[in-house]
C-alpha cells in the first residue's frame, strides 16, 4: 500500500498498566508475596476464598497508591469504595477480583514525556485504583492446566492513560517514564519478566483532522516495552488497511504473537457491563484524609525528572548525560557516591566521571547481564581514577589500559604504583625525547613545514611510544609544537 495512505491517518493510543506492588503481605490477607516460592505455598484460607473468611486491607496498598498518584500530579481521593469484579476463570478462586470501580483512589493526573530535549508533551492519567491480582493457569505443559495461587490477592495499581498518546514512540517515553517513578519510589521492582509490569494497549486510528475517535481494540501479552512499540505500530497499519480496503475494526481483544511480530484476535472486548461490578460487602468505605496524603507525601523520595535537573545544575553536566544516569536509579546513585569520593571537586571532573560511568561501568553492565550493585568496581575505583587523571599522573590511554585489573576489584592508585604508570610531567626528559624523534624524522620535519599538518600527530605518536605511554600528552603535544613552528 502507498506509505502516502498511512500519513492519512493518526494513532489514539492509551496504555493500561498493573503494577504489582512491593509489598511483603498481600492485598488483603497475611500471605507472602515471595517471588519464586513453590506453587501454591504463598496462599491462606482468604487467598483460596474459603467460606467464612472476610478480607481485610493492607495499609501500604493505599500508601503506594497515594505515592504513585502524588508522582503523577492527581487528585487523591478521601472517600474510597472497593468493588467487586466478576468473572470466571480457574485462577481466580472467589469468582471476582476486589477492584475499585467509580471511585479510583487517585484520578486526573498527568505525566510530562521529553520528546527531545526541548520539547515536551503532557498525557493525561485518568486513574489509579487499587485491586489484587488473579492466580496463574500453565497451559504449555503435556497435561491439563495447572493452576498456581502463589500471585493471587497480590497488590496491583492499575494506572490507565488519557488516550493521548499519538505514536508507539509516545508510548515507549510514557512507559520508560513511568517505569522510573514507580522504581524510584521503591513501591514496584520494574521488572516484567516477573509479571511486575504488565501493559496492555488500546490502539485506534483516524483521519487526521477528524475529533471522533475510531473504534478500538486492546492488545495483550506485551511483555516488553519493545514490544510493545511494534504491537502498536503493527496494529495501526493492520487497522489502516483495514479501512483502506471497505473493511471495519471490530472492538476486540488482539495478542502479540512475539514470534510472527504481529497481532491476533483472541476474543471480543469485555465492557466494564461485563463485569456486573457492584460494592464490596466485606470491607466499609477508605476513608483518606489530608493528613494521610501529607504524611506519604513527606516521605516519598526524589523522583527521576527532579534528580535529572538536580543533576544538571548541581554538577553542571550535560541533560543529556543526566538524562542517562537516572535511568537507572542505581546507576544514578553510583555516580553521587563517586562524586562524593573525588578529592578534586572541579566541574570537569563531574563530566569526566559521568563519561566514565556512561561508558566503563555500563558496558560492564551490559557485558555480564548484571546490575551496578553486584560489581566489583566501586565509586571508590572510578574516583580513585578520575583524580589520577585530573592531576596528571595518569592519561587516558593508561587508564582504560589498567581498567581490566580494576573490574576485579583492584585500587587503580595500587596498579599504578606496582606497574611505575605514573605519567611523566619532567619537561627535561619530555624535551629530550622530541629532539630525538624529530632528528631521526627529517623528511617528516620537511612535510610538515609543506603545510602537511597532520605530521605532528606522526610525532606525538612516537615520543608517546618511546615513553611507553607515560609522557604526558600535553606537554608532548606543546613542546612538539615549539620544535616544528
Not at 490477592?153 to 517505569?179: C, F, H, M, W
Not at 502498536?232 to 471490530?250: F, M, S
Not at 457491563?273 to 460494592?279: L, T
Given at each position: 500500500?502507498n ?23 498481600k492485598?488483603?490477607s ?14 491462606d ?23 504513585m ?9 478521601e472517600?474510597n ?5 466478576n ?14 470501580d ?26 489509579i ?10 497451559h ?8 498456581d495461587?502463589n ?45 511486575a509490569?504488565?501493559v ?6 483516524r ?9 478500538r ?10 514490544n510493545?512499540e ?6 495501526v497499519?493492520r ?9 471495519e475494526?471490530?472492538?476486540v481483544t ?11 484476535e ?28 501529607e ?7 526524589e523522583?527521576?525528572l527532579?534528580?535529572?535537573?538536580r543533576?544538571?545544575?548541581q554538577?553542571?553536566?550535560p ?23 573525588l ?6 571532573n ?5 563519561n ?23 565509586p ?13 599522573a ?23 604504583e ?11 626528559l ?8 624529530i632528528?631521526?624524522n627529517?623528511?617528516?620535519v620537511?612535510?610538515?613545514k ?8 606522526f ?8 615513553s ?18
Amino acid at each position: 500500500m502507498n506509505e502516502e495512505i498511512y500519513e492519512k491517518y493518526e494513532p489514539v493510543i492509551g496504555l493500561e498498566i498493573h503494577a504489582q506492588l512491593l509489598t511483603e503481605s498481600k492485598a488483603f490477607s497475611s500471605s507472602s508475596t515471595k517471588f519464586g516460592a513453590s506453587p501454591n505455598t504463598n496462599t491462606d484460607p482468604i487467598t483460596l476464598a474459603h467460606p467464612g473468611t472476610l478480607p481485610v486491607l493492607n495499609r501500604k496498598v493505599v500508601d503506594y497508591a497515594i505515592m504513585m498518584g502524588l508522582a503523577t500530579n492527581c487528585k487523591i481521593r478521601e472517600k474510597n469504595l472497593f468493588a467487586r469484579k466478576n468473572y470466571f476463570y480457574q485462577d481466580l478462586p472467589k469468582g471476582y477480583q476486589i477492584s475499585q470501580d467509580k471511585t479510583p483512589i487517585c484520578y486526573e493526573g498527568y505525566l510530562e514525556i521529553e520528546l527531545d530535549e526541548t520539547n515536551t508533551k503532557r498525557i493525561g492519567i485518568t486513574r489509579i485504583h487499587m485491586e489484587e491480582d488473579s492466580g496463574k493457569s500453565i497451559h504449555d505443559l503435556d497435561i491439563d492446566t495447572l493452576v498456581d495461587f502463589n500471585r493471587a490477592g497480590v497488590a496491583l495499581i492499575e494506572i490507565v492513560s488519557e488516550p493521548d498518546i499519538r505514536s508507539s514512540n509516545e508510548a515507549y517515553l510514557y512507559l520508560t517514564q513511568l517505569k522510573q517513578i514507580l522504581v524510584y519510589l521503591g513501591i514496584n521492582t520494574g521488572n516484567m519478566e516477573e509479571g511486575a509490569l504488565r501493559v496492555d494497549a488500546n490502539v485506534s486510528v483516524r483521519p487526521i483532522g477528524r475529533e471522533k475517535f475510531g473504534t478500538r481494540t486492546e492488545i495483550k501479552n506485551l511483555n516488553s516495552f519493545r514490544n510493545v512499540e511494534k504491537a502498536i505500530d503493527y496494529e495501526v497499519k493492520r487497522q489502516i488497511e483495514l479501512i483502506e480496503n471497505g473493511g471495519e475494526v471490530r472492538q476486540v481483544t488482539m495478542q502479540w504473537d512475539g514470534n510472527a511480530n504481529k497481532t491476533k484476535e483472541m476474543r471480543t472486548k469485555e465492557m466494564s457491563h461485563d463485569y456486573r461490578y457492584f460494592p464490596e460487602p466485606d470491607l466499609p468505605p477508605l476513608l483518606v484524609g489530608v493528613d494521610w496524603v501529607e504524611k506519604v507525601k513527606s516521605a516519598m523520595p526524589e523522583l527521576p525528572l527532579t534528580r535529572k535537573n538536580r543533576f544538571v545544575d548541581q554538577y553542571e553536566i550535560p541533560s543529556y548525560d543526566a538524562g542517562v544516569l537516572i535511568a537507572d536509579k542505581e546507576i544514578a546513585d553510583f555516580y553521587e557516591e563517586t562524586i562524593k569520593k573525588l578529592e578534586d571537586k572541579s566541574t570537569a571532573n563531574n563530566k569526566l566521571v559521568s563519561n566514565w560511568v556512561m561508558t566503563e561501568v555500563m558496558r560492564l553492565i551490559q557485558d555480564r547481564d548484571t546490575t551496578v550493585t553486584d560489581l566489583k568496581v566501586s565509586p571508590e575505583h572510578i574516583a580513585e581514577i578520575v583524580d589520577l587523571i585530573s592531576s596528571g599522573a595518569i592519561s587516558n590511554k593508561i587508564a582504560k589500559d589498567i581498567f581490566s585489573e580494576v573490574e576485579l576489584g583492584k585500587s587503580p592508585k595500587s596498579i599504578v604504583e606496582e606497574r611505575g604508570l605514573e605519567q611523566v610531567s619532567d619537561t627535561s626528559l619530555i624535551d629530550d625525547l622530541v629532539k630525538e624523534v624529530i632528528s631521526a624524522n627529517p623528511d617528516s620535519v620537511e612535510k610538515f613545514k609543506s603545510g602537511n599538518a597532520k605530521v605532528k600527530g606522526f610525532f606525538v605518536g612516537q615520543i608517546m611510544k618511546k615513553s611507553k605511554g607515560k609522557a604526558n600528552p600535553q606537554l608532548v603535544s606543546d613542546i612538539v609544537d615549539k620544535y616544528l613552528n
